[in-house]
């Protein structure tokens, strides 16, 4: 699977953005698609998840109620909607995608993904 994530940018804080995470090399259904970030001297750290197949989604905590996962099964792409955005949303933006997870604390965790794409910066401003 190669993954492309894309939409990164400069925003006010309380702006939006969305991001995208294209696919590629095979259909997603069996995976779960990850988003996570990473701030500047900070480790990764996880911002939400779907599982393909069923569309369930999960979020941390940090972004619950103002970040939104949605996909296109048509275009396999993954979105990440980012309403409410504030200056600690800053940080580099990665998707990743694997198989096999099943658990949310598997959802988690950044070493359970063998694919990723490129990141994507955000950049919010106060």
């Known amino acids: 699977v190669q993954l492309q994530a894309s939409g990164g940018g400069l925003v006010q804080a309380g702006g939006s953005l969305r991001l995208s995470c294209a696919a590629s090399g095979r259909t997603l259904n069996m995976y779960i698609v990850g988003w996570f970030r990473q701030a500047p001297g900070k480790e990764r750290e996880f911002v939400g998840a779907?599982?393909?197949?069923?569309?369930?989604?999960y979020y941390a905590d940090s972004v619950k109620g103002r970040f939104t996962i949605s996909r296109d099964n048509a275009k396999n792409t993954l979105y990440l909607q980012m309403n409410s955005l504030k200056s600690e949303d800053t940080a580099v933006y990665y998707c990743a995608a694997d198989y096999g997870l099943y658990s949310f604390s598997d959802y988690q965790d950044d070493a359970r993904y063998r694919y990723w794409g490129q990141g994507t910066q955000v950049t919010v401003s106060s």
């Open positions: 779907m599982r393909w197949s069923g569309g369930s989604t």
